[in-house]
């Protein structure tokens, strides 16, 4: 089973990629106001925090989100644990991420 520490540098890597597509369509912008808002309505009440940071973020523009979803600190770990922007990877594309993390890291 993989550590709390493998499991937000796993997180950080999937982000990394997912600002990479967001680099290249910053329209996906809308597609990460349209999942707040859903979250917001069917999640826990305890992520709400989190939605309520992640949408303040989202507010200020893609930079913002691009920083906050790459920034490595613990505040950095906490937010993508409830990050919109994981989101915006097809299911393929988080299925080749997952593939290829799993073959690196197999030997941990």
């Not at 826990?44 to 920083?67: D, F, K, M, N």
């Not at 937010?79 to 799993?102: D, G, I, T, Y």
């Amino acid at each position: 089973m993989p550590s709390h520490r493998e499991l937000d540098e796993r997180s950080l890597a999937l982000h990394r990629i997912v600002v990479g597509k967001l680099r290249q369509d910053e329209a996906l912008m809308e597609k990460v106001q349209g999942i707040l808002d859903h979250w917001y309505l069917v999640a826990s009440p305890r992520t709400h925090g989190y939605l309520s940071e992640w949408r303040q973020v989202a507010a200020q523009g893609v930079e913002a989100c691009i920083a906050t979803a790459i920034e490595d600190s613990e505040r950095g770990a906490a937010m993508r644990q409830a990050s919109p922007l994981a989101c915006l990877l097809s299911h393929q594309e988080r299925f080749a991420f997952f593939k290829n993390w799993s073959s690196l890291h197999a030997s941990r």
